[in-house]
């Protein structure tokens, strides 16, 4: 004989089957998720995964629980049969509970004692896991029957203690099944509801800090009191007091930088907020959702927040809230919009007649942010330099430091941009001390981006660190989307550095990414210095896919971009066999980007491989016009790499023309000068260079060591088609009868 109970039955035949022979007693445990994922797709193939995880979670291991809100979901022609498989029709935000279960649950409950019911539904306000100083803060139940109830529910398996020592919950109270919850609560009155989850707000409110981070919790407790009875006559204060939590919730998620969080704590206080207060809530929610990079719902909330702020003549405010959107426009490659944003936004500050303290302060913050936009933009550089003296000025004046941080920076691009590199590069380097001593994270963050950019013409090395100090920063804060910009924006620096597998595993999931806004924006182009690291490890098939796909992407982006993506398609074309087809679009681009030339540390790489096409066409009138330009164009402190690569390149021109006296001198200068920036790449180039026209000048014994060290490099690089170009000069030398030392591996 079979018989079943539930744990009840200890309380009804104490000691029932002690002592009989034959008898078993067997304790009917949760299925483990593995079987119960089975039954599930067993029952309902075809079920989406995340519905599935959802009907698992909540019947926490009890078969007729999974089973029933299936069956609850086909009669509701909510689950639907095609072909074998089920499919969702209609929306399932929320599931219910199947009606079967609810009044099997609820006949449950009606079984137990009247304080363990009472105190069982008291706990399911609490929500799943509570702790039993809560469930006295809040039942109406003598405060030392409480243990004794708790003791008699954990007992019948309606609840149990969270034993883990690796959860924060340690130590308190949970419901077995949630389900359980659910139809405890649902039989509460809407008064007996309001009254509870205001004595649990109460409590929260008075036990617990913001900082503990139970600021949505208090939330959520007041929304529930509002909600359960909106036409009462305290709904409005309720309203009220529910919308001040879900702000500081908001703001408490955004202190640990949990965008997401914070943006749907904004977004929900929306819902109840005054009209007074809605334009500050959009533009919070709208900054959070430009954190993560949804520039859709950024805009969508910052616009909104701009019509509010116009419409009640808060001028400052709007032109404020329009930095963020001028910020978005340059991050999908709309920078002449982004500056034209700003222009109009300066135009109406300066069209109202003020004098009052916040006016003086809108105007140096959007003076500063249109002269940033106008420099990005390239364009109007005298009028940016007004308006970061503007912005300066007032700074100065007033104490704003972080208006003087983000003036400053600016006014460092602007030098750098006039030629004056190392006294912009100083005030930039003032702009990062300034912001790191007044803890202005964003400021010092662009600081770092902007510094890292500067030293990329002089010294890979350095950029790189300053690089890696903004990721430290930005990870430290849980800035995601900086992170991306310092991690994409790398990825120059790393090519030069060698670290190409590092470059090409960033590239590979920015590509493989579903996230639209970083590939479809500025950051994505940044993705075509692949195109080099491809072709040098003669990956060519690869190469060619991405820089067809960034073509109109780097069209967008502006010129830089423009002359970059040129010169990517130069490599590829030189990589198929097409020297003159390389050297025609570089020839044509150069000339048409000549104003590049004087700031742009992007040239340098047209530079290069408008050089390197010119030697293979044979075409030595366009290799010494190419000398000359970057001569006139390239200040040898500000962009030794150029310099460096023009030694190389004078090497070679003076071995094809029989001057041999400069050549290896040549070699050996760049050579120092690449390895003192620690490029192994082009060392090894170079090197290859040099014992190449050493073997032709027979002087085998000295080429024999630059080209192993060369080999090494390649080897440990994965460059092939140069390993390949070593080893044809070891064998042609081989052939030619000379006694050829061995190649390191």
Not at 451 to 468: G, R, V
Not at 698 to 712: H, Y
Request: net charge negative; aromatic share 6%.
């Amino acid at each position: 004989m079979v018989t079943l109970a539930r744990p009840e039955m200890a309380d009804r035949r104490a000691g029932w089957g002690t002592g009989k022979r034959g008898f078993t007693s067997l304790s009917l445990d949760p299925l483990p998720p593995e079987a119960m994922a089975q039954m599930l797709a067993g029952m309902a193939p075809g079920l989406p995964d995340d519905l599935s995880a959802r009907i698992l979670d909540r019947a926490a291991g009890v078969p007729l629980y999974a089973v029933e809100t299936v069956r609850m979901l086909i009669d509701r022609g909510l689950l639907v049969a095609q072909d074998g498989a089920f499919h969702v029709e209609g929306s399932l935000d929320a599931l219910e509970v199947p009606e079967t279960l609810h009044a099997l649950i609820a006949a449950r409950l009606d079984s137990i004692g009247g304080p363990e019911r009472q105190l069982l539904q008291d706990a399911a306000v609490l929500g799943k896991s509570f702790t039993a100083g809560g469930l006295r803060a809040i039942t109406q139940l003598a405060a030392e029957s409480v243990e004794p109830c708790l003791s008699t529910l954990v007992n019948k398996d309606l609840l149990a203690i969270q034993s883990d020592p690796r959860s924060p919950e340690r130590g308190q109270y949970v419901f077995v099944q949630d389900l359980v919850r659910s139809v405890a609560y649902g039989t509460l009155t809407r008064r007996d509801r309001k009254m509870r989850h205001l004595s649990a707000a109460a409590y929260l409110e008075s036990s617990w800090t913001e900082e503990e981070g139970v600021a949505e919790v208090i939330a959520s407790h007041l929304l529930e009191a509002f909600e359960a009875d909106p036409e009462a006559p305290d709904a409005a204060g309720l309203r009220q007091r529910a919308c001040d939590a879900l702000v500081r919730a908001g703001d408490h998620a955004a202190s640990l930088a949990a965008a997401s969080s914070a943006e749907h704590y904004y977004e929900r206080a929306l819902k109840l907020a005054d009209p007074a207060d809605r334009a500050t809530l959009h533009t919070r929610a709208g900054q959070m959702a430009w954190q993560q990079l949804h520039t859709a719902a950024a805009r969508r909330h910052l616009d909104e927040a701009v019509a509010l702020h116009t419409a009640e003549g808060r001028i400052g405010a709007a032109a404020r809230t329009s930095v963020t959107l001028a910020a978005i426009d340059a991050h999908e490659v709309k920078s002449e919009q982004a500056a034209v944003r700003m222009e109009q936004a300066f135009a109406e500050l300066n069209a109202v007649e003020s004098v009052a303290p916040e006016h003086e302060a809108d105007i140096a913050v959007v003076a500063a942010e249109l002269a940033r936009r106008l420099v990005l933009a390239r364009r109007n550089l005298d009028v940016a330099l007004e308006r970061v003296e503007l912005a300066l000025d007032t700074a100065e004046r007033h104490g704003y430091s972080e208006v003087f941080c983000e003036a400053i920076n600016t006014k460092g691009l602007i030098l750098g941009l006039r030629g004056r590199r190392e006294e912009g590069r100083a005030l930039l380097g003032c702009a990062l001390d300034n912001a790191l001593a007044s803890d202005n994270h964003r400021a010092a963050l662009r600081a770092y981006n902007n510094i890292a950019a500067d030293l990329q013409a002089l010294n890979p090395a350095q950029a790189a660190s300053y690089t890696e100090k903004g990721i430290g920063l930005a990870r430290l804060l849980g800035l995601r989307r900086e992170e991306i910009m310092f991690t994409i924006g790398q990825l120059p620096v790393q090519v030069d550095l060698g670290h190409w597998d590092a470059a090409m595993s960033v590239i590979a999931d920015v590509l493989e990414s579903t996230d639209v806004e970083v590939t479809d924006s500025l950051l994505g182009a940044e993705l075509i210095y692949g195109a080099w690291v491809h072709v040098w490890r003669g990956e060519v098939t690869d190469a060619q896919p991405l820089v067809k796909r960034l073509t109109d992407l780097c069209a967008q982006a502006g010129p830089d971009y423009q002359l970059m993506h040129d010169a990517a398609r130069s490599v590829v074309l030189r990589a198929e066999g097409h020297d003159r087809e390389a050297l025609d679009i570089l020839v044509d681009r150069v000339r048409r980007a000549e104003d590049l030339w004087e700031y742009s540390e992007v040239a340098r790489w047209a530079f290069v491989e408008g050089v390197e096409a010119a030697f293979a066409v044979g075409d030595l009138q366009v290799v010494r016009q190419q000398l000359t330009t970057a001569a006139q164009g390239f200040s040898p402190a500000a962009f030794p790499l150029v310099q460096a690569h023009t030694m190389r390149f004078r090497a070679r021109l003076d071995a094809r023309e029989g001057r041999d006296a400069e050549v290896a001198r040549s070699f050996l200068a760049a050579i120092a000068m690449f390895e003192q920036r620690q490029m192994p790449f082009w060392v090894a180039v170079t090197r290859l260079e040099l014992g190449e026209w050493m073997t032709q000048r027979s002087r085998r014994e000295e080429a024999d060591g630059l080209l192993g060290l060369a080999r090494t490099a390649f080897v440990e690089l994965g460059a092939t088609p140069w390993i390949e170009r070593v080893d044809a000069v070891t064998q042609e030398t081989v052939a030619a009868g000379v006694d050829q030392h061995a190649l390191p591996a």
